[in-house]
């Protein structure tokens, strides 16, 4: 276990897509966590004050930039009429929501994670004693 924490963080602004409505611009803060180094964080501004957070997986967000991945709750694709364009789509039980982004952004965002933990050495980084902490209950007895 690696015991140097990185946060790496970014900005961007999605477009919200709806039927029939102008795109509507998200500001969008992406985060990458050493401490959950096979996660990545988008932190959508849904307005003055709030945020909501949607955590996957840094592999979901690469293999989505080339074809589509995931299944369930959220699903990320090139766009099929412009290459510099990702679509991703969150699902939850209070609603389900379309956003176009940059490719080229997510690209260089997931490039900066890749600088800070190799793919495939993020076992490297992981707290096993602290994980299993935070999911036994404290009193055994």
Same mark, same amino acid.
């Given at each position: 276990?690696?015991?140097? /924490? +990185?946060?790496?963080? =970014? @900005? ?6 709806? %039927?029939?409505? %102008? *795109? #509507? %611009?998200?500001?969008?803060?992406? !985060?990458?966590? @050493? !401490?959950?180094?096979?996660?990545? #964080?988008?932190?959508?501004? @849904?307005?003055? *004050? ?6 996957? *997986? ?16 959220? @699903?990320?694709?090139?766009? +099929?009429?412009?290459?510099?364009? #990702?679509?991703?789509?969150? =699902?939850?039980? =209070? ?11 997510? *690209? ?9 933990? +190799? %793919? ?17 209950? /404290?009193?055994? =007895?």
């Amino acid at each position: 276990m690696r015991n140097d /924490h +990185v946060t790496l963080r =970014s @900005t961007a602004v999605f477009d919200l897509l709806a %039927p029939q409505t %102008p *795109a #509507v %611009p998200v500001q969008v803060e992406l !985060r990458y966590d @050493t !401490r959950d180094p096979y996660a990545v #964080v988008a932190a959508f501004r @849904t307005g003055r *004050a709030g945020w909501v957070e949607w955590v996957f *997986a840094r592999d979901l967000l690469a293999d989505g930039l080339i074809a589509h991945a995931g299944v369930g709750d959220v @699903t990320i694709r090139p766009a +099929v009429d412009d290459p510099e364009v #990702v679509v991703i789509e969150l =699902s939850s039980p =209070s609603g389900h929501a379309v956003f176009e982004a940059s490719a080229q952004e997510l *690209a260089d965002f997931l490039d900066r994670t890749y600088d800070v933990v +190799v %793919p495939g050495n993020e076992n490297l980084w992981v707290n096993v004693d602290d994980a299993l902490t935070r999911l036994l209950p /404290h009193d055994l =007895s």
